[in-house]
T-cell receptor
Framework: QKEVEQDPGPLSVPEGAIVSLNCTYS??????FMWYRQYSRKGPELLMY????GNKEDGRFTAQVDKSSKYISLFIRDSQPSDSATYLC????????????FGRGTSLIVHP | EADIYQTPRYLVIGTGKKITLECSQT?????MYWYQQDPGMELHLIHY???????EKGDLSSESTVSRIRTEHFPLTLESARPSHTSQYLC??????????????FGSGTRLTVV
């Protein structure tokens, strides 16, 4: 079993829809949870970062962490065609020396 | 504007050739990383460095080597390229002391094809 599971999609939604992207994980030692966005032919860029459980909101984006279920989510409200990209979840243990584990990424397509 | 630069962006090379993928960053970050990314697959860590003259192998060192002689420069060398090395290679950097994964800055990648 992989430490981090993420459905690769693609997920296709109409413009304006609410998008839900998810990852599950098996390692209870993970404390830091991140979402990266990767446009085609570009490197990933950090989108959201959460420590431990709870919610974090930034504009149209909300990250949720449920450590009891080992489940994290990224919600995108009022999705735009410019949100079309691959979204990778990543998580790591506490401590600066731990290398994060990345999910496979979910391809999102927002059509006008 | 990118603060981490990878060259070349695309490379097609024959089997058995020696190649070096370049990565430079202008942010003064101590930590640097090389990842391999195939379509629809996880990022696999190849090598990482926590500072000058410090290098470590990741899960997938894939017959490659790295050096860190200067803070800003972290080249990746394949001594003898094989078709199995065909992939996208991503370089990243982060500040020392930040939680792992937070504040990673990635380059745009090098797409390598070995024929």
């Amino acid at each position: 079993q992989k430490e981090v599971e993420q459905d690769p999609g693609p997920l296709s939604v109409p413009e304006g829809a609410i998008v839900s992207l998810n990852c599950t994980y098996s390692n209870s030692a993970f404390q830091y949870f991140m979402w990266y966005r990767q446009y085609s032919r570009k490197g990933p860029e950090l989108l959201m970062y959460t420590y431990s459980s709870g919610n974090k909101e930034d504009g149209r984006f909300t990250a949720q962490v449920d450590k009891s279920s080992k489940y994290i989510s990224l919600f995108i409200r009022d999705s735009q065609p410019s949100d079309s990209a691959t979204y990778l979840c990543a998580m790591s243990k506490s401590g600066g020396s731990y290398i994060p584990t990345f999910g496979r990424g979910t391809s999102l397509i927002v059509h006008p | 504007e990118a603060d981490i630069y990878q060259t070349p962006r695309y490379l097609v090379i024959g089997t058995g050739k020696k190649i070096t993928l370049e990565c430079s960053q202008t942010m003064g970050h101590d930590k640097m990383y090389w990842y391999q990314q195939d379509p629809g697959m996880e990022l696999h860590l190849i090598h990482y460095s926590y500072g000058v003259n410090s290098t470590e192998k990741g899960d997938l060192s894939s017959e490659s080597t790295v050096s860190r002689i200067r803070t800003e420069h972290f080249p990746l060398t394949l001594e003898s390229a094989r078709p199995s090395h065909t992939s996208q290679y991503l370089c990243a950097s982060s500040e020392y002391g930040q939680p792992s994964g937070y504040g990673y800055t990635f380059g745009s990648g090098t797409r390598l094809t070995v024929v």
